[in-house]
Every structure is written in C-alpha cells, then in structure tokens.
C-alpha cells in the first residue's frame, strides 16, 4: 500500500540557518510527488513538484527538494530561511494513473529570530 | 490563486443534524476533491469527482456522501453529523488525474464543530 512519511512532526531553525524536512514514500509503482505549504488558517498551496526529468526541483521562493528513487525519498531543503517560511509543510505523493494523492502527516517548521 | 471558493467557512452545529459544505470552482476543471485534515493525519482523501454526477471513494468516505450536478460545484454531505466528523475540510480541483500529474489546488477550508 503507498504511504508517506515525514519523520519530522517539528523542526524549530533559527533565521538565516539551512533546514531540511524529510520525507519518504513507499510505492510499486511510479510516482509524482508534491511539497505544499500551508500558512495559519488558509488551504495548502503548491510550493514544488516532480513529475519526471531532473531529479533537482526548485520554487520561486528558495526552496528545493530532490527525488531520491534508490531511497523513496523527496527531502525538501532550503539554505537560507525567513521567519516568512514559519509555517507547516506537506509531502505529497501520487501514482501515475492514480487520482488519490497521499499526504504525510505535515512538518511545522518555526524559523526563530 | 484558484478560484476555489469553500462555504461556509465556519460552522458549529449539533450531533446528528444534517450539514452540507459546498465547494464552488471557476477554473472549469474536470476533478474535484473533499479532504479532512486532522491533526495527526495530514489530509485524508474523502471523495473525489471526475465529472458531473461521476463520483468516486476515497480513504474515509464513511458517513460522508457527495453531489456534483454541475461542473463548478461540488457538495459534501454529512446525514447525521458526528463528533468524529469535527474536522477542517479542504476541497480541491485539477485539471486532469493522475496520468498527466497535474497538481491539485485547495480551497481555504471550512471549519467544522460538532458539539
């Protein structure tokens, strides 16, 4: 059965330091994968995606994640954070031909002054 | 932004009354989709649509029905609402399924008490 997993529940970053937030999947078959951003008290919006190709995906905003095969995984990273990124993170995964797309449980991540 | 618009956004009502969320898109896009999101969980898949009157299950879809008479709105309905069902519920569209990847756009949800 697929399944996500972000292992972390909280990452707490002080401004200016580099985060990663984790996340692995498990499938048999191929799959897209998606990180979304919520922000308090508004819907999830799309921050990445992979769908095919290089295995590097960038946003707009700084962040990158990188789809790992050998490892299940798609760990989201950013260099450098804002106390503007201070908000919760979802791993999204879905199989090609499939309509459900499976989330993870989410990552709060709290940038510090 | 998607124009996705969630009604209503707040609601507080009693066990075992009827409650009806709508969700109202102006994209035109064929999928739609009712999430609930609970802490612990992340987002479970309630049930989806991919097109009018054709509507499929999702992870939880007990005790929750859905209606899709027309391309841009589609309904949620608990029968007989439950403690278990209070719940902030998202509804999302895309263009396509899951063959072309297109990803989904949420809606800012509504919040659901059921004392």
């Known amino acids: 059965a697929q399944s996500v997993t972000q292992l972390d529940s909280q990452v707490p970053v002080f401004e200016e330091a580099p985060v990663e937030l984790r996340c692995n999947y498990s499938?048999?078959?191929?799959?897209?994968l998606f990180w979304y951003v919520q922000y308090p008290n508004q819907g999830l919006q799309l921050l990445l995606k992979?769908?095919?190709?290089?295995?590097l995906v960038e946003s707009i905003n700084g962040f990158e994640a990188e789809f790992n095969k050998s490892q299940t995984s798609f760990h989201l990273r950013k260099p450098s954070v804002h106390i503007s990124d201070t908000a919760e993170y979802f791993c999204a995964v879905k199989e090609t031909g499939a309509n459900n797309l499976f989330f993870g449980t989410g990552t709060r991540l709290t940038v510090i002054p | 932004d998607a124009g996705i618009t969630q009604s209503p956004r707040h609601k507080v009502t009693e066990t075992g009354t009827p409650v009806t969320l709508r969700c109202h898109q102006t994209?035109?896009?064929?999928?739609m989709y009712w999430y609930r999101q609970d802490p612990g969980h992340g987002l479970r898949l309630i049930h989806y649509s991919y097109g009018v009157k054709d509507t499929d299950k999702g992870e939880v879809s007990d005790g929750y029905s859905v209606s899709r008479s027309k391309t841009e709105d589609f309904l949620l309905t608990l029968e007989s609402a439950t403690s278990s069902q209070t719940s902030v519920y998202f509804c999302?569209?895309?263009?396509?399924?899951?063959?072309?990847?297109?990803?989904?756009?949420f809606g800012d949800g509504t919040r659901l008490s059921i004392l």
């Open positions: 994209e035109n896009h064929r999928y």
């Open positions: 499938s048999s078959v191929s799959v897209y």
């Open positions: 999302a569209i895309s263009e396509s399924g899951g063959g072309l990847g297109q990803p989904q756009h």
């Open positions: 992979y769908l095919s190709g290089s295995t």
